[in-house]
């Protein structure tokens, strides 16, 4: 009888604790997400973000080649080995089946001149203020006063911050006679003329380079995240904003888009009237709407030159 209370007592007692710490728990929780959610970004993290963004929308890319031009291009890396080995039929069999997958792209692709069959990404950045990019520039100078061509070209290269989207293409007014009149001088047993044209067709691919300006990407993100707390943080808001003229200074320095200096002085002055307004009754709202069009239309021309 005993034991029935007792264990009666225990589950009553239980129950009490669960709805108390139930509620609690859920609270605690709501208050943890809550937390999170308003969680402000640094400048740093907000511009590692916007350079990754901008590496995932380049390997994209990847995904626009050419399968059949790359399998076309593997494939004469393939007849040049077999003709190295003395396999002339062999060779000259895969080279027609080569011709037969270039005469396809050349009836899909009419009005294009190349064919995109690689690409890969390189980032350069640097961690220079805009004071100690002017004093390399000016050392650079001196150097290339001096004569001390190689000295400067290593410094140059200390002076960039850019990400470069490099695609190699297959030149289609090109490569496809280069085939067929390989075809013919195996045909006619002049095995080494095949390959000399061979090799000179697979060095013929034509390389772009897109280069995208980091501190262009930067300021970019960091104006955006400015308008999203303007009104709820003024003070990180302008942390944002001076953040984003830092990057436009070290864009321009830099020399991207160096006939574009006007473009510079605007963005600067319209962060600048975004500022002030910011700091008064902050309605700022079609502002913000205009420089990021300005600021995507300008890093647009510069990506497109």
């Keep these: 009888m005993i034991s029935v209370k007792r264990e009666r007592f225990l589950a009553t007692f239980l129950a009490f604790l669960i709805l108390l710490v139930v509620p609690f728990s859920a609270g605690f929780c709501q208050e943890k997400v809550v937390e999170k959610k308003g969680h402000l970004k640094t400048s740093a993290q907000i511009s590692e973000r916007a350079v990754e963004k901008e590496k995932k929308k380049a390997a994209h890319i990847k995904e626009e080649l050419n399968k059949k031009a790359i399998k076309a291009v593997a494939d004469t890396y393939k007849v040049l080995d077999l003709l190295n080995q003395k396999k002339t039929k062999e060779a000259l069999d ?3 089946k080569v011709i037969g997958e270039m005469e396809i792209i050349l009836t899909v692709n009419k009005n294009i001149s190349l064919i995109p069959i690689n690409s890969y990404t390189v980032v350069v950045d640097t961690d220079l203020s805009p004071k100690e990019i002017s004093k390399k520039i000016s050392e650079v100078k001196t150097k290339l006063n001096h004569g001390d061509i190689q000295g400067a070209r290593n410094l140059l290269d200390t002076l960039q911050s850019e990400i470069d989207i490099v695609i190699e293409n297959l030149p289609l007014a090109t490569y496809p006679d280069a ?10 047993g002049k095995i080494d003329e095949a390959k000399s044209i061979l090799q000179i067709a697979l060095n013929s691919m034509v390389v772009k380079k897109i280069v995208i300006p980091i501190p262009l990407v930067r300021a970019s993100d960091l104006i955006d995240e400015a ?15 001076n953040e984003a003229k830092k990057q436009l200074r070290l864009a321009r320095i830099l020399g991207y888009g160096k006939d574009d200096q006007k473009v510079y002085s605007d963005l600067q002055e319209r962060i600048d009237s975004i500022k002030k307004e910011i700091k008064g009754k902050n309605k700022a709202a079609k502002m ?6 300005k600021l995507k239309e300008f890093k647009k021309k510069l990506v497109s030159s």
């Design 94 to 96: 895969l080279l027609k």
């Design 179 to 188: 085939m067929k009149l390989a075809s013919k001088y195996i045909i006619n």
């Design 288 to 293: 913000f709407e205009e420089l990021m069009k």
């Design 227 to 241: 308008s999203k707390v303007s009104k709820t943080n003024k003070e990180q808001a302008l942390k944002y904003l």
